[in-house]
């Protein structure tokens, strides 16, 4: 097992007492697979990580917003290595600086081993992990690191724990702190959050019990007092979290689409973009969020019916405010928006039974490979709309649409969002002597939208020659 030698190599090049705490501990009682490390050490922990890592032919970091922690990462093995010194005079004063029972446990190393035999546990975290529940180890907890309320909320996420009713009543009353918290570490554990397959559960939990996530995206707050017209039984927000909450059902599912569908979305929503997050994980938020523009967008019209016409613009510029709260990547902001923008998209070509192939190209090519996300998000959409308005009503004729839409990109237009291996803009120029650069782009449009109607294979020289005689 790879934690018993990195222990063995800890307590190899140090002679001072160390400690396995926290994480680890936890999911070993857990039977839950180790991914992080956190050792204490009674004496200098970064002098530690520097020889731990060397010894390792590794390099290490220092985490700048815990000082004196210090980490060393095994990115092939998927593993972390933080190294502390103990805080204050002894292990157990160490554990009374943490933040919940089952993370203030540790176990001492001795002659390079742990013994979980003879676990440290002042605060009875073993109790908790047994109860199932996370409770602080003082009411200060949230007030020291306002943080710990999101972390509270990612651990049951995560474990599939409950709080206590003292712990609930501790975050109610210090929800308002969360706003001292930086947008970063923020976006961290809200993005955690929504990589488990229950988020729609959790930021239900966190709006309506814990009085937290009006503080994060005090947007939401409005969203709760309009939405309810013809089409809508429920506010905005209400619609938004089921709409979430659909697309969970759909993605988790074992039989939902066909084999060849689901493996196309497994693969799809598992793609990874920068800082760590998932497709999925910004799918789901696109989801939550899809109607945030409904209250800026309401209007009343003549017969006094109620309208939200232009709100997927009114809400693109708010979806890009918090994309740049969250501090996400330029890639994802443009994502986020685009997919909030544009969500009506598939849900017209229902409306207006429209799937002849110009439409499905002109919706193939303005998302690309967001395509899969853009038909995901406007089928849970409308599934969501239909279950609250009537609950029986049989939704297979939305997800053949769906699965229409879906089909046609993997099979006809996926090929050809990169067709350089084929044919390219230098290839081009060079066979036809053109002098204009900028009409390449248009002459390779013309080609892609050739094959996707079949006039044309993919095929250099019949491309080509239909360059020659049908665009020149």
């Not at 306002?146 to 210090?174: C, H, Q, W, Y």
């Not at 510029?317 to 009506?344: G, N, P, W, Y």
């Not at 193939?364 to 029986?392: C, H, M, W, Y």
Request: hydrophobic share 40%.
């Amino acid at each position: 097992m790879l934690t018993n030698e990195l222990i063995k190599e800890v307590s190899r090049i140090t002679d001072k007492d160390i400690y396995l705490t926290g994480g680890a501990v936890r999911d070993y009682f857990l039977k839950r697979k180790i991914q992080d490390l956190d050792i204490v050490v009674n004496g200098d922990s970064v002098n530690l990580a520097k020889k731990f890592a060397d010894a390792n032919g590794k390099s290490f970091i220092s985490l700048g917003q815990e000082i004196g922690v210090t980490r060393v990462e095994f990115k092939e093995e998927n593993l972390t290595v933080d190294f502390s010194t103990i805080r204050g005079g002894d292990i157990y004063e160490d554990l009374s600086h943490r933040d919940f029972t089952i993370n203030s446990i540790a176990v001492k190393v001795v002659d390079g081993k742990l013994d979980f035999s003879n676990v440290i546990d002042p605060f009875r975290g073993l109790e908790d992990i047994e109860k199932r529940l996370i409770k602080e180890i003082r009411k200060n907890v949230f007030k020291e690191d306002p943080l710990r309320m999101l972390r509270a909320v990612r651990f049951m996420s995560e474990l599939g724990f409950d709080i206590t009713e003292k712990t609930n009543e501790l975050i109610n009353k210090n929800s308002h702190r969360i706003k001292e918290v930086s947008g970063e570490r923020i976006s961290r554990e809200i993005f955690k959050i929504l990589g488990y397959k229950r988020a729609h559960y959790y930021f239900n939990l966190m709006d309506k019990y814990l009085n937290i996530l009006n503080k994060i995206f005090p947007e939401i707050e409005p969203m709760k007092e309009v939405g309810k017209c013809k089409y809508y039984v429920v506010d905005s927000w209400t619609h938004s979290l089921y709409t979430m909450r659909v697309i969970e059902n759909i993605i988790y599912a074992d039989g939902y689409f066909e084999d060849h569908l689901r493996r196309a979305y497994e693969n799809h929503t598992a793609q990874m973009y920068s800082n760590g997050h998932a497709r999925i994980q910004l799918i789901k938020l696109a989801a939550l969020f899809h109607d945030i523009g409904k209250p800026g967008a309401r209007w009343v019209d003549e017969t006094g019916r109620v309208r939200f016409r232009g709100h997927e613009i009114v809400g693109e510029e708010i979806m890009a405010d918090i994309s740049d709260r969250l501090k996400l990547s330029k890639k994802e902001k443009i994502f986020l928006c685009k997919m909030v923008k544009e969500h009506m998209w598939t849900l017209n070509l229902y409306k207006t039974n429209d799937v002849s192939g110009r439409s499905l190209y002109d919706l193939f090519k303005n998302f690309g490979e967001d395509t899969l996300d853009i038909v995901l998000i406007g089928l849970a959409d409308i599934i969501s709309t239909r279950q609250l308005l009537n609950p029986n009503e049989e939704m297979g004729m939305y997800k053949v649409h769906a699965e229409y839409l879906a089909n046609n990109y993997l099979t006809r237009f996926k090929q050809l969002e990169d067709i350089s291996e084929v044919i390219n803009g230098n290839d081009i120029l060079e066979r036809f002597n053109l002098e204009d650069k900028r009409i390449v782009g248009e002459i390779l449009d013309s080609v892609k939208r050739a094959i996707f109607f079949g006039k044309i294979p993919l095929e250099k020289d019949r491309i080509l020659s239909y360059i020659e005689n049908h665009l020149l």
